[in-house]
């Protein structure tokens, strides 16, 4: 039997025990969940998505008639002894009965993968595989910090780039939601920064960081810095620029929101340090973290609670009568930055 920690999964996939025929590939994080079993496919059948080695099947076509992966893993390929892959999608339906028959008479020259989403640790297939000899299950949780950082030093070495230090905190906060879209986003820089040596913060404002979303957050740090004259002035240019007042009110709350966690994180004890890594994670702002830092150390819990609860009912009343949502917003924000002004 072998669990492999989140951690440990790819320096286990690079040199796999080949005692292992059976694959348990889960976790949080679907893009890191995928890429896993694409990084397990290719050391048996190489890069190529129609190779005949590969056969894909639905876990509940599986569970609905087992004899369907008996008779996949122990057929005979058209290229004699060459490896085969079967990999299955687990749906809602129990693969145990198949697995169990399988377990009993282990097919030769085949790998059997198994994709799924979260799996709790008493889920029954996740407990069944645990104990097998023959099997590995392997977590797939959200990149952190570290993760982040190693995957953008892979790709600029890769790319010959270098990143200067702003740039990399910036480039940070905003990866990690799951590991294909920060693939994604890591490709479209290192393509937009080609040949010109290292990225800079400038690079990142212009590639991954789009004019209404910098609009919209320009608008929410003047409010929570206590500026109302410029709040209302932005928040004014924001909606004349197109954005909607409620994805306006959204980013607000959701910003809010981290900043209550902060609140809540040095209140419990936590350090100040950490209290302002979660808002820069959640709310993806490391290029603005001297006004995060400041917001974080003059407001009150008590105050940012009852702005939540404005910002909610105010995206109750826009949803009701949507033609006064930007007079609402404009009015509410002008209230706030008026009530955090600092004396």
Known sequence: ?????????????????????LFLI??????????????????????????????????????ADPLTLIDEANSIGLFGSADRVIRISLGGKSLLPALEWIAQAPPVDCLIVVEAGELKRDAPIRKWIDKQ???ASIECLGDDAKDIQRLIDAELKAANLTI???????????????????RSELGKLVLYAHGQGAITLAHIDEILNDA?????????????????ALTVELVNKAL????????????????????????????????????????????????????ITSHLRNA???????????LQDL???????????EEYVARLFLAFAASLKRN
């Open 1 to 21: 039997m072998a669990i492999v920690s989140h951690h440990e999964a790819d320096r286990y996939l690079l040199r796999r025990n080949p005692d292992h025929f």
């Open 26 to 63: 889960f976790g949080a994080d679907p893009g890191l969940v995928a890429e896993r079993c694409r990084t397990l496919l290719r050391s048996v059948i190489g890069d190529s998505r129609e190779s005949l080695q590969l056969v894909a099947l639905a876990g509940d076509q599986i569970a």
């Open 133 to 135: 000899t023959f099997a």
């Open 164 to 182: 200067e230090p702003d740039a990399r905190d910036a480039l940070g906060a905003m990866l990690g939601e799951d590991r294909l879209s920060t």
């Open 212 to 228: 209404s979303a910098m609009n919209i957050d320009a608008a929410i740090f003047a409010l929570f810095s206590g500026r109302p």
């Open 240 to 291: 004349r620029s197109g954005i909607d007042a409620n994805a306006l009110l959204g980013q607000t709350t959701r910003y809010a929101l981290a900043l209550h966690r902060g609140l809540v994180e040095t209140e419990n004890g936590g350090s100040f340090d950490g209290a302002l890594q979660i808002v820069l994670r959640q709310f993806n702002a490391y290029n603005r973290k001297a006004e």
């Open 300 to 310: 009150s819990r008590v105050k940012i609670e009852t702005i939540i609860k404005a």
């Open 315 to 325: 995206v109750k009343r826009t949803r009701q009568a949507n033609y006064l949502g």
